[in-house]
């Protein structure tokens, strides 16, 4: 069975990684899964918020939101709202305690780096791809503070690195990277976050329409461990790569 | 090795149901598990939200709140900060997913069942305790709504049970149904809603320390689900006695 | 003639107050009256804000908020809605009024203690069941902080006690202690919150139908005093209760 | 002895009502008692509220507020702040009831008025001012619907007159109509509402410092009582007038 | 051709400037321009901003407001409505610049002047009248300021005075200083800021209808610069006055 | 002299225009002066704002913002802060009423087009950049909803075209298009919306120092036409290619 746009169901859509992509971040990448395109920001302020001052240690959090027209149809402003929705709320959280997971707050020292993931465009998976895109962001806002001495020389913050794809299960069949069409159509749900040496940051699934028994989840664990493995990858290329 | 409160890993607190707490509600359930209290009232209203209307399919939907001092330290409320927290949206719509996952809406028809859930004391665990304790007021709800005659003869809305544990490492050890004391201190804490037949409604694992591994990941999957079988008896012993 | 509960005019409904009702709080009161159950919790904390820094005087202040489905209706939650109603301003204010009649700021010292009454259940007179609580759950909370030296040797913040009841004319009889289903049919509603020593607080009467005369104003005040009396003696009751 | 401004206990200060402020209102009134001065318009619109739709009844509400500069210190904008304090909630509830107490909301019809009291300068008494100014642009605006024919021919819709006034004990001393600089030194406040014919439809008295004996109640409420039906005189004489 | 109120195209409506008008601030106004009424006060306060803190420098602002039966149909209040309009954001904003342009911050040094221009009616030219108005207000406020010795002596914060008026096109004709009436009408509105030696502060115009040309723009501001010459000498008479 | 970044007083940074950015969007457009780059998608929807219902005209409004890390120095979100602030109101109003300015209603028919710009980097303009795009895109709807029969045939909605610009004097010297360093020392700054055949849609001029006098005004205008003119053939060449 092939997939709506022909993928295999272990194969992730097109994933580029563009760095440097704003000129006033101190990290910035712009991540696309398929036609998901999401403006990864890392800001870099010396200081941490009140209740860690004094502590030595370091803070990272994230701030996720979509542009009105990244979906097919157009979203109120959550500014104009006055108030942050649910979803925009629990995502938020989701990037920041993923790489939250990967930083050494001592090594880090008293400086806060706000990671900025804008969806640009939305075809299913916007999370995952922030959080592949931040964790880049964040290795150059990282970079950028070591030479800057913000960091103290010999120290790294960064213990590992960390990536997500999402999975699901589409007319009984296990898929890596849902495109929206697929999302909407899944029965089961799960976004996974790992580390590169495949140990799991954050692992969320939800049964969309019927539950989901234990090999099924066991079947989408192998292939979102796989799926972020070749991310893994990528983000190495990327980094590898001249800003 | 003994708990702090004496209990063996894989045993719960001691969890007791109260139905009929509240006069006023369809369904309402004072639920613990140990110290932590949770009072679910479950509102059944005719009609649903707007964008369903003429679809002749119901509606359920959870709002979780914490009374201020139902922690260690006061929090302020949320009325007053005039926003709702990340953590409070986050819980709510888990609760909601969860029993949403056994509702027929067909069969429900166009009415809505709110599912109130206020923490009164908290000592981990509050989102589990109220996802379980709220299936029993939904239960109770279903039923009255039955016997008015708002949901039509024959008709059977709950397609299943659910029920809700917490299940985390601690000193790596996998322990199930956490309390504060233990939650603070866990590496990898995970809920898991299953569904009274063993199936998985909502797997939500994270790693508070180090990234864990897919046996963790599996140890901790075999508590989750005894826990919640044990639950799901405790459940249906409560729906058996007299309201 | 008989009320609607069976009580005579100047009855009180039956009044529990259960101190020590929450593990986490310094003071904390369920209160009942009747149907209508309040919970309430004293929180003490050092320090006072800011506009009383350094004056050596402490602070006491409350909130009251109604679980949603406390009533008959499931009422929208005030976080929800993003701001908090006329009403729960003005019995928060008024709570807090009534207990600080009774505080020496000055003995008390640069202490806070925070009233939240959160009604669990209503019917008729929550604002006056919750200062008869609150006042039990302050006493407590002085008592601890004193146990902590947090108030000076010595020192008695205490300078008396409070307590509120309502009253009204139903069916042009003046009665006591309104439930709902009364509340909703009085002509004239009155809150009056009085010392133990039968000296007056607050007295807020209100004309619901037609304006009420002199003689039934005196008519009412002569009921509310002597129900204030009576549960001052069931507040000393509690008191003297092991906690 | 004599008042800070050479009053007698029971003298009102300099009271002025002057009749059609504004051009655009259907009644307007700059009322003043003494530095305070209050402007009150009452705007008429067809139809009423959704939840009296239908009913054939009419609705009038009222909205206080102050200007930031109105006082001594300058206050924060509430439309700034984004939210409005407890102390406007109160007041602006107050003034709603207390002209509902003389409106036969059948005779109105479905019309609705909003009475809006703008405190242009306030020197204590700015509630019972606005109240006092409230009834003469509320009866304009009500002779101006009867020219329209809004309300029909032979109603009418006002029932009686309402003034207010506020008392306090001030050294000992029970004085009627307290400025600002007497207001703040009061042991207790009351603030009193009464129709023309001398009956109560609100009576609200607080002790600010030592609560306060029965006979102290009744020596406020002999004054108020009094300054009310002053009041209803000058209202009178302002709407014998040409407007 | 005649205008609506018979005034040449070149005519300012009857303007007075009404100084002293509060008892409470350092500076008021209350500024008619034809029947748009406008109470413009100063309130000074010592210190500033925090991230002005420490320069020496002083600060200026502005907030305006409309009351809500200040125009023709009831507007909601803005505290009510939790949030400032964009217009109303717009409008402080410019009064707040225009206002600024005339100030030496170091000659005022670490003082705020606050400046409330509340608009009492409301009839067409709220903000240039509130322009108008409440530079007389600041150079009241300032006198006050350096008669209090919180200003140097031999200093002069006020560097030059500032006026505002509005001109628009109406049926092809350039018209000075526009009523309600007039200015729903025009084609092309302009409102126009100018110091009292001529020289511009601010120019905001808009083609209201069709896009106007560059002979329509000068002849606009030939008008807007001779209005404002002579509201320049309104209010150095206003200003010569005694208080 | 030579400016920052070489160019000549007169002239234009390198402006693009590439139009279908985003897949979702009726019409869409990055477009860029110099570093500074807005993402402009135009949303069409059937139906228009309530008190527009039944008049057979269109409706088009725009929103602005800024992502939080467009600028040098993060900013907070207006979401998170839970208000829109003056700027943000200000500038989405300018859009909107140029865009409006040539767009005939009648023809448009009883559909809505939303113009979101949001700026993905800021150097200076942004506001300008943001009308100019948005003309494209919204070009670039209309005749989509052309296409899908949506306005009627042989209308045309389109009235003209329109692009902004900003100029200011720099060290005595007006200059064309200021980038954010130029911006940030301008004396005087004014943004000027014209349409292809060369008159007014919007002129704000704002002294930032010192007042500017008329022959500086007429300058500013000057450059400010050509500019206009220039950007109007760039857009024309953008309309022009294949999408």
Not at 117 to 141: F, P
């Amino acid at each position: 069975m092939s997939r709506i746009d022909g993928r295999t169901p272990d194969q992730l859509r097109t994933v580029t990684i563009e760095r440097g992509w704003s000129k006033h971040a101190e990290g910035s990448v712009l991540v696309s899964f398929g036609d998901t395109r999401v403006l990864c920001t890392a800001s870099v302020t010396e200081g941490v918020p009140r209740w860690r001052k004094g502590s030595g240690e370091g803070w990272v959090t994230a701030e996720y939101a979509m542009l009105p027209r990244s979906t097919n149809t157009r979203g109120d402003r959550e500014s104009v709202r006055g108030k942050i929705g649910g979803r925009t709320h629990e995502i938020s959280r989701l990037i920041g305690r993923s790489l939250r997971a990967v930083i050494d707050y001592k090594a880090l020292g008293e400086i806060t780096v706000v990671l900025d993931c804008d969806v640009l465009q939305a075809d299913g998976g916007t999370r995952t791809a922030a959080i592949t895109g931040a964790y880049v962001a964040l290795a150059d806002a990282v970079a950028w503070a070591q030479g800057k001495k913000l960091i103290k020389a010999g120290r790294k913050p960064l213990t590992g690195t960390v990536a997500a794809v999402s999975v699901g299960i589409v007319d009984g069949v296990p898929l890596l990277d849902l495109c929206y069409e697929e999302d909407v159509r899944a029965e089961t749900d799960m976004n996974v976050v790992c580390t590169g040496d495949g140990r799991f940051v954050e692992v969320q699934g939800t049964a969309e329409g019927v539950p989901f028994a234990r090999e099924e989840l066991n079947g989408l664990l192998d292939l979102a461990v796989a799926g972020c493995a070749r991310l893994d990858e990528l983000q190495r290329e990327a980094l590898a790569g001249v800003r």
